[in-house]
């Protein structure tokens, strides 16, 4: 995992979700020392239909934030069509700095 840019960090992030939110039934939750928000947003037209998910991943040292991280999710696609349109991943950081957030989670990986 060399950025938050890399396949490897967005893979280790998967994990990481999936595995702190068990059928991913939650919006808020801790994993350990961070806290996970999760907000989605959809629609559906007959053209397209779209799903986004914002992920807000705050890690707390004390009173302080140490980091903050927003990873945003698109999933689009046609109704009724064959297969997705488009799909994406990409975050930045809110609060320090992507060194720090690829060493948090190159520990956890």
């Known amino acids: 995992m060399r950025n938050l840019r890399s396949k490897s960090f967005f893979a280790t992030w998967r994990a990481l979700y999936n595995e702190s939110n068990p059928g991913l039934k939650h919006d808020r939750w801790r994993c350990g ?5 999760r ?14 998910e914002a992920h807000t991943l705050t890690l707390r040292k ?5 980091w903050s991280l927003l990873v945003v999710v698109e999933h689009w696609w046609r109704p009724g069509g064959p297969g ?3 799909e994406s991943e990409w975050c930045r950081p ?8 690829v060493a948090w989670f190159r520990e956890r990986s």
Do not use: M, N
């Open 84 to 86: 997705d349109v488009r």
């Open 33 to 37: 020392d961070l806290d996970w928000e």
């Open 62 to 66: 004390g009173t302080r934030i140490a």
């Open 94 to 101: 809110l609060v320090g700095s992507g060194k720090q957030i």
């Open 39 to 52: 907000e989605s947003h959809a629609f559906s037209g007959p053209a397209y239909a779209f799903r986004c």
